[in-house]
Antibody, heavy 121, light 106 residues
Framework: QITLKESGPTLVKPTQTLTLTCNFSGFSLNTSGVGVGWIRQPPGKAPEWLAL???????RQSPSLRSRLTITKDTSKNQVVLTMTNMDPVDTATYYC?????????????WGQGTMVTVSS | IQMTQSPSSVSASVGDRVTITCRAS??????LAWYQQKPGKAPKVLIYGASNLQSGVPLRFSGSGSGTDFTLTISSLQPEDSATYFCQQASSFPYTFGQGTKVEIK
């Protein structure tokens, strides 16, 4: 059974750094074609892709957020961590951890339940 | 790459055929996925590679198209299909989503 679960703060203040952890199970990030990453969705809006880490250590990030994002993995722990600096109220959103696979034409075939992050003083 | 969906919302009766379109601002081959999202839940992939049905998804869902124009069709709308549907391109980074189409049951 494949699962992904996000954890982290629900409330951060403007200018603070957000750190979110994704713990996944049922698959390995060492498997060819597999990636794990993050997508966010502001309330009532469309999802926005943020970043992906692939099995071969290839790393992709949203160009509009690249200066603020860091994504790392710990394959032995089945864990991916997203860090976003200088948080702003416009970053208020539900943040999802997702699996991406080349075998399904790079679609996001599994999603975590999401964690709502509010940016407010 | 900008993804534009139409319509933004549709209301239809049970048993109706529903079609949602998605247009890419540049050609994306067949690198397109469709997702269904119900309130308070994460999106769920329905179609990948423009026309491939994800395992476990009912056969009434189908996808077609290539290049810049794509379609998601629900052949016979069911009450449980009430949701918002998003398209997403996976041709080039940054991956982008359409703005969504809300499907309601009359």
């Amino acid at each position: 059974q494949i699962t992904l679960k996000e954890s982290g703060p629900t409330l951060v203040k403007p200018t603070q750094t957000l750190t979110l952890t994704c713990n996944f199970s049922g698959f390995s990030l060492n498997t060819s074609g597999v990636g794990v990453g993050w997508i966010r969705q502001p309330p009532g809006k469309a999802p926005e892709w943020l970043a992906l880490l692939y099995w071969d250590d290839d790393e992709r990030q949203s160009p509009s957020l690249r200066s603020r994002l860091t994504i790392t993995k710990d394959t032995s722990k089945n864990q991916v961590v997203l860090t976003m600096t200088n948080m702003d109220p416009v970053d208020t959103a539900t943040y999802y951890c997702v699996r991406n696979r080349l075998q399904v034409a790079d679609a996001f075939d599994f999603w975590g339940q999401g964690t709502m992050v509010t940016v407010s003083s | 790459i900008q993804m534009t969906q139409s319509p933004s919302s549709v209301s239809a009766s049970v048993g109706d055929r529903v079609t949602i379109t998605c247009r890419a601002s540049l050609g994306i081959g067949s690198w397109l996925a469709w997702y269904q999202q119900k309130p308070g839940k994460a999106p769920k992939v329905l179609i990948y590679g423009a026309s491939n049905l994800q395992s476990g998804v009912p056969l009434r869902f189908s996808g077609s198209g290539s290049g810049t124009d794509f379609t998601l069709t629900i052949s016979s709308l069911q009450p449980e299909d009430s949701a918002t549907y998003f398209c997403q391109q996976a041709s080039s980074f940054p991956y982008t989503f359409g703005q969504g189409t809300k499907v309601e049951i009359k």
